[in-house]
């Protein structure tokens, strides 16, 4: 499990989610997951994503705003 998103307010302040954040075996599981949640991402306060493998950051942070 070396992939796994890291989600904050559009300010950059960590959001906490209930259920925790999974980790995934490969970055398309993972971009698959976002693609499936970022709506309740959005609802629960998260303004931006980061993919992160291990702890480099691939790519981020991306607005979730539908803007």
Same mark, same amino acid.
């Given at each position: +499990?070396d =992939?796994? =998103?890291?989600?904050e307010?559009?300010?950059?302040?960590? @959001?906490?989610l209930?259920?925790?954040?999974?980790?995934?075996?490969? /970055?398309? !599981?993972?971009?698959? =997951?976002?693609?499936?949640?970022?709506?309740?991402?959005?609802?629960?306060?998260?303004? /931006? @994503?980061?993919?992160?493998?291990? !702890?480099?950051?691939?790519?981020?942070? +991306?607005?979730?705003?539908?803007?």
């Open positions: +499990m =992939w796994t =998103w890291r989600i307010t559009s300010e950059g302040a960590r @959001v906490a209930e259920s925790g954040v999974p980790e995934f075996t490969s /970055q398309s !599981d993972a971009e698959s =997951w976002l693609g499936e949640v970022w709506r309740e991402l959005a609802d629960a306060g998260a303004g /931006q @994503v980061t993919l992160l493998e291990h !702890d480099r950051v691939v790519y981020g942070p +991306m607005s979730l705003s539908a803007e």
